[in-house]
């Protein structure tokens, strides 16, 4: 992989020439919104004082710079095209336009006009989003992983290989191999080790690595055996980015590992963080969403309810009443449309919900699937029960189960249930303790990382999920 060195540090070439590129495309756009404004560029300095040059660059350094601040080049590659048009949606609009208002507040020498700022922000998505899909059409996006090296061959670098050599891992690395550390017989598949004389340290220079993963199953060094500290504290002051297991597993597959999940990790590590800004946009995130859904969606709902009274006569009951665990294990009723026969448990005993399920109607069948029965729940969302975004709310019985079964599994109580969940995303519906266990890492995850950004993300993967039939419970 070609590196170029800028100030004393080593920069991939691929990701550089594509930052040149997209920076170059941000100037272009600021003149096509010029020119698209006045008329031309020639009517521009009667209109517009100062050097319209530093305008311009100005516009396409804040733009790219809120690029990086919202991790779109970190994140694009394991989100995919609709992370990136996501995050580069929020980059431009959002906050590059907050930022150049401040600045022109500031300098009012630099200040592009509103007209203007509105047009090249829209071209740029444009020209931006395309030359991204092209570039990556055209080149594939092996150029920009990162080479990583495991420490370590036992059971969590087991684990890591399992679950990063799938065919349907789309993270932004590639793992060179792993190095086991000790004399116990590796765990890791006999292709993927990599086992010679070479230090820590003149390995990562052979392979061109760029990150260390350490995975040794020891939690201290001593339990561990052998433990390349100098090795490590000589690659790391290198430049090379070392970081644990855990790390690792939340960056990469984007959840929380209960096998190696501690009291302290959760205590000491970023995220986990609740305050009452937060707090506050979130709630006016779910209001205005909830409004806006109703006014679009009444008449589906509406229709939904005159084909369940039609399929089982007009004293059938429309809405379906339903206790479930909320927010710090508060209980709240919810509301869903009903789908199945009225007597669905009719012995008073909590059962989940099967595929191709006996007790769902034929109109139920139908909603089910399009997600319509779960629109009541929008009340639950205004009333404040509910977030829009958060983990899916279990009923008491099941919670029971699972927080004596499943450590740690009070702790997606933290937030507030939601309509749709980062766990009904990237896990499939499952009726037993071994699936509740599976989704808590992605709900733990999602605790841990809540923000309007993950919540935007979740909405709009939703959305494909819904369209496409994607997932159907």
């Not at 991790?71 to 990136?84: N, Q």
């Not at 500290?229 to 000589?234: K, P």
């Not at 597993?249 to 501690?262: D, G, K």
Request: one cysteine or more; aromatic letters at 10%.
């Amino acid at each position: 992989m070609a590196y170029i060195r800028l100030f004393n540090h080593s920069f991939r070439l691929p990701p550089v020439l594509v930052l040149l590129s997209e920076w170059l495309l941000l100037v272009i756009s600021a003149y096509i919104g010029i020119w698209l404004r006045f008329g031309g560029i020639e009517t521009v300095n009667t209109q517009l004082s100062g050097s319209i040059v530093l305008k311009v660059v100005t516009f396409a350094i804040v733009l790219s710079l809120c690029t990086h601040a919202m991790r779109v080049y970190e994140s694009g590659l394991s989100e995919g095209h609709t992370g990136i048009l996501l995050r580069t949606l929020v980059s431009y609009s959002l906050l590059g336009c907050s930022a150049l208002t401040i600045i022109y507040y500031m300098m009012p020498s630099l200040y592009l006009g509103r007209g203007v700022l509105a047009i090249s922000v829209a071209v740029a998505m444009v020209l931006v989003s395309i030359f991204r899909f092209l570039y990556f059409l055209g080149m594939g996006d092996a150029r920009f992983k990162r080479n990583v090296l495991v420490l370590g061959a036992g059971e969590r670098a087991q684990r890591i290989e399992q679950r990063v050599f799938k065919p349907d891992f789309h993270g932004n690395i590639s793992i060179v191999g792993f190095v086991p550390v000790n004399t116990s017989e590796p765990l890791v598949k006999s292709e993927h080790l990599l086992i010679d004389a070479r230090t820590l340290s003149q390995l990562t220079l052979d392979y061109e690595i760029d990150e260390i993963v350490v995975a040794l199953d020891g939690r201290r060094q001593g339990d561990a055996g052998y433990f390349p500290e100098s090795e490590l504290l000589e690659c790391k002051m290198s430049g090379i980015s070392v970081l644990e297991a855990m790390a690792f597993y939340e960056r990469e597959l984007q959840y929380v590992e209960l096998s190696e999940l501690r009291a302290s990790w959760m205590i000491y590590s970023d995220g986990f963080n609740f305050n009452i800004l937060r707090d506050l946009l979130k709630r006016f995130f779910d209001i205005s969403v909830s409004l806006i859904l109703l006014v679009v969606i009444w008449p589906v709902i509406l229709a939904a309810a005159i084909a369940i009274k039609i399929e089982e006569g007009p004293k059938a009951p429309i809405l379906f009443r339903q206790t479930r665990v909320g927010e710090r294990g508060k209980h709240f009723e919810l509301l869903k449309m009903r789908s199945m026969v009225t007597n669905a448990e009719e012995d008073g005993e909590a059962k989940w919900a099967q595929q191709n399920d006996s007790r769902v109607t034929k109109v139920g069948s139908v909603i089910r699937d399009i997600r319509v029965d779960e629109l009541p729940q929008i009340y639950n969302v205004l009333r404040g029960e509910m977030s829009f975004i958060g983990p899916r709310p279990e009923r008491p019985e099941f919670v029971e189960s699972f927080i004596e079964q499943i450590p740690f599994y009070d702790s997606r109580h933290y937030v507030k249930p939601g309509l749709m969940g980062w766990a009904q995303l990237c896990y499939p519906y499952g009726a037993l303790v071994e699936d509740a266990a599976q989704k808590l890492r992605y709900d733990l995850y999602y605790v841990k990382n809540h923000s309007l950004m993950l919540d935007l993300r979740i909405l709009v993967q939703t959305i494909e999920v819904v369209l496409i039939g994607k997932g159907v419970r």
